[in-house]
T-cell receptor, first 114, second 117 residues
Framework: KQEVTQIPAALSVPEGENLVLNCSFTDSAIYNLQWFRQDPGKGLTSLLLIQSSQREQTSGRLNASLDKSSGRSTLYIAASQPGDSATYLCAVHGGIQGAQKLVFGQGTRLTINP | NAGVMQNPRHLVRRRGQEARLRCSPMKGHSHVYWYRQLPEEGLKFMVYLQKENIIDESGMPKERFSAEFPKEGPSILRIQQVVRGDSAAYFC???????????????FGPGTRLTVL
C-alpha cells in the first residue's frame, strides 16, 4: 500500500529565502508525481507534474525533482514571497494508466513572513 | 473553458439527513474522481468514475455512501443518514479521456464543505 509522507509539517521563513519541501513515498512503482498548492478554505491548484521517467520540472520560481529509486521528491521555492504562504501537497499516481487515483501526503503548511 | 464546478460550496445537514454533492467536470473530461479531506487530515481517494461506470470505489465507506456519473448531467456523491464524522471537505477532480490529452493531471474543483450538526 502506497504511503506518502511530507516533512516538515509546518515551516515559517522570512521573505526572500529559498526553501525546500520534502516528500517521500514507500512504493517506487509510481506513474508520476504531482505537487499542489491549497489555500485555506479553497481547492487545490496544480503546480508541477513530474512523469516517472523525468528527473525534474520547473515553473517560474518553482522546481520539483524526483528520485524514484529512493522514493523521494523535493519542491524548491526560490526567493519566497508572502503570497507563497499556503499548504503544499505532494501526491503520487500509481498503477495502471486509466486507474489513476492520487495518494496524498499530509502537506506542509508554509508561512512566509514579510 | 470553465473549470471543475462543485455545488453547493457549503452544506449543513442534521444527523440522519441525506447529503447530495454535485460535480460538473471540465468540458471534454469524462473521468471524475472524488476525494475527502477530514479536518486536520490529508486528502483521501474515495471513488473514480467514467460516464455510467464506477471504475474504482476502493476508498468508499461500505455503507451510506454512493456515487454516480450519469450519461447526462453532473456526477453525484450521495451520503445517506449522515453522522458527525462525515463532516469534511469533499473534492471532485476530472481528467480527459485516454488519447485526447494527458490523463495524468487531475483538475480539482473548489470543494463542498459538509457540516453535520
Amino acid at each position: 500500500k502506497q504511503e506518502v509522507t511530507q516533512i516538515p509539517a509546518a515551516l515559517s521563513v522570512p521573505e526572500g529565502e529559498n526553501l525546500v519541501l520534502n516528500c517521500s513515498f514507500t512504493d517506487s512503482a509510481i506513474y508520476n508525481l504531482q505537487w499542489f498548492r491549497q489555500d485555506p478554505g479553497k481547492g487545490l491548484t496544480s503546480l508541477l507534474l513530474i512523469q516517472s521517467s523525468q528527473r525534474e520540472q520547473t515553473s517560474g520560481r518553482l522546481n520539483a525533482s524526483l528520485d524514484k529509486s529512493s522514493g523521494r521528491s523535493t519542491l524548491y521555492i526560490a526567493a519566497s514571497q508572502p503570497g507563497d504562504s499556503a499548504t503544499y501537497l505532494c501526491a503520487v499516481h500509481g498503477g495502471i494508466q486509466g486507474a489513476q487515483k492520487l495518494v496524498f501526503g499530509q502537506g506542509t503548511r508554509l508561512t512566509i513572513n514579510p | 473553458n470553465a473549470g471543475v464546478m462543485q455545488n453547493p460550496r457549503h452544506l449543513v445537514r442534521r444527523r440522519g439527513q441525506e447529503a447530495r454533492l454535485r460535480c460538473s467536470p471540465m468540458k471534454g473530461h469524462s473521468h471524475v474522481y472524488w476525494y475527502r479531506q477530514l479536518p486536520e487530515e490529508g486528502l483521501k481517494f474515495m471513488v473514480y468514475l467514467q460516464k455510467e461506470n464506477i471504475i474504482d470505489e476502493s476508498g468508499m465507506p461500505k455503507e451510506r455512501f454512493s456515487a454516480e456519473f450519469p450519461k447526462e448531467g453532473p456526477s453525484i456523491l450521495r451520503i445517506q443518514q449522515v453522522v458527525r464524522g462525515d463532516s469534511a471537505a469533499y473534492f471532485c477532480a476530472s481528467s480527459p479521456p485516454l488519447g485526447q490529452g494527458s490523463t495524468d493531471t487531475q483538475y480539482f474543483g473548489p470543494g463542498t464543505r459538509l457540516t453535520v450538526l
